[in-house]
């Protein structure tokens, strides 16, 4: 099954602009990532969806990576590519390294509430929760509240909390879906 892209910041470029709607949420069950909505070219050129291309099966993890990395240096602050990066990483050892989680880190960094990568974060890293850092679940934790608070439609976090298969990352969006529902939000 071809995993969906990861949604791309979409800019406005010489007076025109650009709109999409994401398509939803999918989750793959298979504990090794999740990624969600649709694919949109910013200023990167279609570098980064020729690294979202060359994850599909057959996977070449290679092109991918190398494309993504382009994509970051056309973009240092295209947090799809360096998501794209986590997943790769992630991937490839089974687990999130330190590396990826520096990756998810730094998206945190850059943009505390991105509503282009947001579910696919808060899905990723719920899905990883015994893997991922700290600083990681509190960034995540912190996202979730915002887009509870504002209740985003792109960004819907019940289902997304509902999904989740992990266990330990079950138990986490369990506790913020009861905080959720005795706040009434």
Do not use: C
Not at 70 to 76: G, Y
Not at 110 to 134: G, M, Q, T
Request: charged share 20%; proline share 6%; net charge negative.
């Amino acid at each position: 099954m071809r995993p969906p892209p990861l949604p791309s910041l979409l800019l406005a470029v010489a007076g025109a602009t650009a709109g999409a709607s994401l398509l939803g949420l999918v989750s793959l069950n298979t504990g090794a990532a999740v990624v969600a909505g649709p694919l949109a070219l910013g200023l990167t050129g279609g570098v980064d969806e020729a690294a979202y291309q060359a994850l599909w099966p057959p996977a070449r993890l290679d092109v991918a990576e190398r494309k993504a990395r382009q994509a970051l240096a056309l973009s240092p602050y295209q947090n799809n590519a360096r998501l794209r990066l986590a997943y790769i990483e992630t991937v490839r050892h089974g687990h999130v390294t330190p590396a990826a989680s520096a990756l998810i880190d730094e998206s945190y960094d850059l943009l505390p509430v991105d509503a282009d990568v947001a579910a696919w974060r808060i899905r990723f890293a719920l899905e990883h929760w015994s893997e991922v850092s700290v600083r990681t679940r509190q960034a995540v934790h912190a996202e979730v509240e915002v887009f509870a608070h504002v209740g985003s439609s792109d960004t819907d976090v019940r289902p997304i909390l509902r999904s989740i298969s992990n266990p330990s990352g079950r138990v986490a969006a369990a506790l913020w879906l009861n905080t959720l529902d005795a706040e009434g939000r």
